[in-house]
């Protein structure tokens, strides 16, 4: 359960209401019920019900069962595309390790499509799941030239192209090998024009990565392309 207050031995934790009603109606825990409680910075504790009401849940903090571990840090820049593939998105990249999901304005992307207040509750239940101890940032909309002007030295940029002839993504990978900041880059249902595909590449930092001959939907993009990252330079 994600709550975002301290954790500490032998504190106190009050649920908001939503994640009360959560814990004690949907869930129907009770008093004496023991739950799983993290806040992205105190690592993982368990935790016991003292009180189960409707509205009202106190938990009392008993011990830590993993410490924090040390995050990868990864941005997902994405174009957002129709709702209900946004919140596949944000799901799955939640899953992935993600540490950052940043919808870009493309020339070809409507980013009002994203709320992201809503994307950030989806990440949330996504970092609960699957038992991540971190839930990702998840941005307000920005402009992709604005990004790209921002991109740090040491970030390395994957940009995924789905006409490109040469390197692949595990070739570009294994090159790149084990770099400390990454962002994948995928694009909107109707690609990049000419003209963003010849600014992302004027950045030293962006690696064009093919995922296969075959045009994927950019949620399908989002998954494969995170995959191959995880399993070729993740933790
Ligand atoms: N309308 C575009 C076209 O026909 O060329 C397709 C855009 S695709 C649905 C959405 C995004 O997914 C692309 O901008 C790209 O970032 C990514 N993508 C799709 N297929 C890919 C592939 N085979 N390799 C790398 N990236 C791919």
Redo the contacts with the bound molecule.
Sequence with gaps: LFVDQDLKKDLGVALDKPQAHYVATVMRHQAGDRVVLFNGRDGEWLGEIQEARKQTVLIHVQEQLRPQPEAMDLQLWF?P?KKIQNGLIVQKATELGVSALVPVQTQ?TNADRLRTDKAYLQAIEAAEQSERLTVPEVREPVRLDTMLKALEPDRQLL??????DGAS?LEVLQRQGRAQKWAV????????TDEERELIQSCEQAHA??????????E???I??LSLLQAVCGD
């Design positions: 174009a595309v070809r940009f995924c192209h789905e006409r490109l993504a880059l995928v694009g909107p249902e109707g690609g990049f990565i093919s995922l296969g001959p075959r045009i994927l939907r950019a399908t993009a989002v494969a392309s």
